[in-house]
């Protein structure tokens, strides 16, 4: 069975940095394709961050690139997501999710989800 965590989230003021925290059990990063994704009350899901595996190109979606930055230890199972320059245009529920495809590019993609963690950007 496979199991996402998420950890790391808070309420922060514009200009903060967060990083977020995926941890995995009964599975290994390597073995699928990974990502972060974003959703506010009353919209849909927001790709974030996509097609995370060794080998493959990382998405970053346009609203998130060079301030956000994903990286993995298989060491310990886990993924994180570093967040820079926050905005209030940030603040969402942040999911991890894992995909047994080769290359994920879409929620539709994803088989598994983690519980969500919240992120709040305000003054």
Do not use: H
């Not at 972060?36 to 690139?65: H, L, M, P």
Request: net charge negative; with cysteine; charged share 25%.
């Amino acid at each position: 069975e496979v199991q996402l965590v998420e950890s790391g989230g808070g309420s922060v003021q514009p200009g903060r940095s967060l990083r977020l925290s995926c941890g995995g059990s009964g599975y290994k990063l390597s073995g699928y394709c990974l990502g972060w994704f974003r959703q506010v009350s009353g919209k849909e899901r927001e790709r974030v961050v996509v097609n995370i595996r060794s080998d493959e190109t990382v998405i970053y979606a346009d609203s998130v690139k060079g301030r956000f930055t994903v990286s993995q230890d298989e060491a310990t199972n886990t993924l994180y997501l570093e967040m820079d320059s926050l905005q209030p245009g940030d603040t969402a529920m942040y999911y991890c999710g894992a995909s047994r495809l080769k290359r994920c590019y879409s929620d539709l993609d994803i088989d598994y989800w983690g519980q969500g963690t919240q992120v709040t950007v305000s003054s």
